[in-house]
């Protein structure tokens, strides 16, 4: 096979095309890794709309894991003390329906939860909904989008009456102001960023503002930074409201015509004033009058946000607050401009479209809404009242589920919560209360599969075939170009056998996943998130398509063109058709400092790794870039510590404590101290960022405040050190019990 495949990537919500080819070419040598294993090759795809053949190192080596450390076989265990044994997968299929069939005799359908992942593909994400929320009746299908993006669902919903980012990336080139907050694009979304950043070089009338308590590499490109307090969002938000209200840059004619409640939020914001919102913030006022005026005197304004706005106790009134501004200035629906989340996961989007969070129905439904339970059932061919009316337990709430016996069988897949849920202590003790959970995952062994009774292969990236969404609305079709390793299946495939072997024959006779898709699409024909006109057949014809896209739409350059931006004609998807401004106070940090931890600990991504380094670990040029964790410190707190830089200092937090080397850097506002969050104990054992970290979330969207709390700092003696032989490589210790095979 010597043919090229068009797939995307399966890192962050950017969504880039690539194209991959076999290790071996006609007239050219086999590409081969240092250990001589034949890799293949990977390149941008020039084609696709997104990226325009731009790829990240991570794009750029993703082949180079797809052998590594995978899991093959099926296995179980009776308890975590014992090894893992493998097994057929006749034998763990039927294992896993005898113990759903037993807990919902005995506890009810709702002590069945599955906790899924934005790295899913839209075909396993809509499967498993109907096999939780439609054949078995219980709500309890969270993902970890729940800790990623569920602060953006919410504003969006509750701004404009559905979710869906507006925008598009071509608005990256037509903006005359981009307001970049809560966001390390140029790391964490490189290729966007470059976009962004090219034509910003080019267009020197183009301001770029960027908010972040950090000088990251997104702020080094900025015309104005605006440093901020952690927690100080709403505050800025505001604060810029209140001059655009008070200099006149508003638009009466779309607050009039397009929106409600603008007197609740003109009377929010009558207090902010600036010079008090500059001495919250910590910013000049200067600056912060600099920040309205960009905004108030361009003609197009765009604004990108993520992680810093979303994991937040008060993340869904942050979005809200940063949507006011659009909506009182008319800058939405038109090319240049709009509120624009940058998703965090390559199918988080697909994810939202199929219901895959434990409040939402497929086709951007919601479980409250007794019309859309009645849609769902019809179309699912269930008995009325059969999807409960209340939503299931979120990710957090099973973690806490385990601890009072509520949840009988855990269901974890493609995602690693023993890293990246909050206040990781607690997590895990939980999660070692678990009476049966099953982990299936491409890679062996991860930090969750410690606790798991049952482990099962999955298909990944390029050894299945379904669909992504990026974060633009654009639905990519993944081509497989490999067969699964050992005995691996896709996703989705396996919860339709579990569904089989419950009974639910007639509901999963899919055959392939472009069966699985058609009838997905089906269920959004009508809805915001209409893609009844796309199909496996239509994208592999023409590539990559927007959405909406009905199936009375011919896919052509019109109707794509048609698609790039929502609420063009100033009509909302609310009962009357007008957006909702939000009035909101800042509430500030869940946990701010204090004497006894006088710090803010944030945290984030690096440029190379990818969450808990499942995959980017296993890649030398990607532990080579960014071979340990770190802390960073301004040099007046280094000094005030004793600190130099690369010496060890213990972070410790209400909840837990973790060890990382200094880096000194006047990158960080003094007072606030950041770490990333990629290394769970399996590459480090003592630099767990979240086992600082707090489970407090907002009341709306229940994301946690993951990006901040407070801490102090003890550096630690050399003494110490050389006693407690602090671990800076890959630790195996928990995942020591040999492997029955």
């Known amino acids: 096979m010597s043919e090229t495949t068009k797939t995307l990537c399966p890192y962050c919500g950017v969504g880039c095309g690539l194209e991959v080819s076999p290790p071996a070419q006609p007239g050219k040598p086999i590409n081969r ?9 990977v390149q941008g795809d020039k084609s696709h709309p997104s990226s325009q053949g731009m790829v990240c190192v991570k794009g750029a080596t993703i082949a180079e894991s797809l052998h590594k450390d995978r899991l093959l076989y099926p296995m179980v265990r009776n308890s975590l003390d014992e090894p893992f044994k493998r097994v057929s997968w006749n034998e763990a299929f039927n294992r896993i329906v005898d113990r759903i069939n037993q807990v919902a005799a005995t506890q009810g359908p709702n002590a069945i939860c599955m906790y899924g992942s934005g790295q899913f593909q839209t075909q396993d994400y809509y499967i498993a909904q109907k096999l939780l929320k439609g054949c078995l009746g219980t709500n309890n299908f969270d993902a970890n989008s729940r800790l990623c993006m569920s602060s953006a669902v919410a504003g969006y919903i509750q701004s404009f009456g559905a979710d869906g980012p507006p925008c598009c990336y071509d608005d990256l080139e037509l ?13 964490c979304h490189p290729i966007i960023f470059n976009r962004l950043r090219k034509y910003h070089k080019k267009n020197p009338n183009v301001k770029l503002i960027v908010v972040d308590p950090r000088h990251t590499a997104t702020a080094e490109a900025a015309d104005l930074h605006l440093a ?16 655009l209200l008070r200099w006149g840059y508003i638009n009466s004619e779309f607050i009039d015509e397009c929106t409600v409640n603008f007197p609740a939020f003109a ?18 006022q200067t600056d912060l009058e600099t920040a309205a005026r960009y905004w108030g005197e361009s003609g197009q304004v765009l604004s990108l946000w993520s992680m810093g706005m979303n994991q937040s106790s008060e993340g869904t009134a942050k979005v809200r607050s940063l949507i ?5 200035t008319g800058q939405i629906g038109k090319p240049g401009a709009g509120p624009f989340s940058l998703t965090g996961q390559p199918n988080a989007m697909g994810g939202r479209e199929a219901g895959g969070l434990s409040h939402l129905l497929p086709g951007y439904r919601v479980v409250k809404n007794e019309v859309h339970r009645r849609e769902i059932e019809e179309f699912w061919g269930l008995t009325p009242g059969k999807i409960p009316s209340t939503p299931g337990m979120t990710a957090w709430d099973m973690i ?7 949840v009988g069988v855990l269901w974890v897949a493609a995602t690693n919560p023993a890293v990246s849920m909050p206040d990781l202590e607690r997590t895990k003790a939980a999660l070692k209360r678990s009476p049966f959970t099953i982990y299936q995952d491409a890679y062996y062994p991860t930090e969750t599969a410690a606790y798991a009774h049952v482990l099962l292969p999955a298909a990944q990236w390029g050894e299945k075939t379904g669909t992504m969404t990026n974060s633009e609305r654009v639905v990519t079709l993944c081509s497989a170009f490999k067969p699964p390793v050992g005995e691996a299946k896709a996703d989705w495939e396996i919860f339709a056998e579990v569904g089989r072997r419950l009974g639910f024959v007639k509901e999963f006779t899919f055959s392939n996943s472009a069966q699985v898709y058609a009838e997905f699409v089906e269920i959004t024909k009508g809805r915001p998130c209409d893609q009844s006109g796309i199909s496996h057949e239509k994208l592999t014809e023409k590539g990559p398509i927007q959405w909406p896209c009905s199936e009375t739409l011919d896919v052509t350059v019109t109707s794509l063109q048609d698609s790039k931006r929502l609420y063009t004609n100033g009509r909302f998807h609310t009962p009357d058709g007008r957006a909702r401004f939000g009035a909101y106070h800042s509430r500030g940090l869940a946990e701010p400092p204090d004497p006894s931890y006088p710090f803010v600990l944030t945290t984030g991504r690096l440029y190379g790794h990818w969450h808990t380094q499942t995959r980017t670990g296993r890649i030398p040029k990607i532990t080579q870039m960014h071979p340990e964790p770190f802390i960073e410190i301004h040099p007046r707190d280094a000094i005030s510590l004793g600190m130099i830089e690369g010496e060890w200092i213990e972070v410790r937090s209400r909840r ?13 506002s003094p007072g606030t101290v950041f770490v990333p969050m990629h290394w769970g104990a399996l590459w480090a054992e003592q630099s767990e960022a979240n086992a600082l970290t707090h489970p407090e979330s907002c009341p709306d969207s229940l994301q946690p405040e993951l990006k901040a709390c407070a801490v102090n700092l003890m550096p630690i003696s050399a ?3 050389a006693t407690e032989e602090i671990q800076k490589s890959k630790v195996t210790h928990i995942f020591s019990s040999p492997v029955s095979v």
Request: glycine content about 10%; proline content about 6%.
């Open 228 to 243: 901020i307090k952690p927690g100080t969002d709403i505050d800025l938000l505001n604060g810029m409201a209140y001059l």
């Open 175 to 187: 903006t005359d102001c981009a307001l970049l907050i809560g966001t390390n694009t140029a790391e």
């Open 33 to 41: 890794d240092a250990q001589g294993t034949p890799i293949w090759k």
């Open 267 to 284: 009377e929010v914001i009558n207090h902010y004033p600036p010079e008090a919102v500059a001495q919250t913030c910590g910013i000049s």
């Open 719 to 721: 003494k110490s050190m």
């Open 656 to 668: 837990g404590k973790a060890r990382f080397p200094v880096k000194i850097t006047k990158g960080i």
């Open 324 to 328: 006011n501004l659009h909506l009182m």
């Open 400 to 406: 806490t589920g385990l601890e009072t016996g509520d």
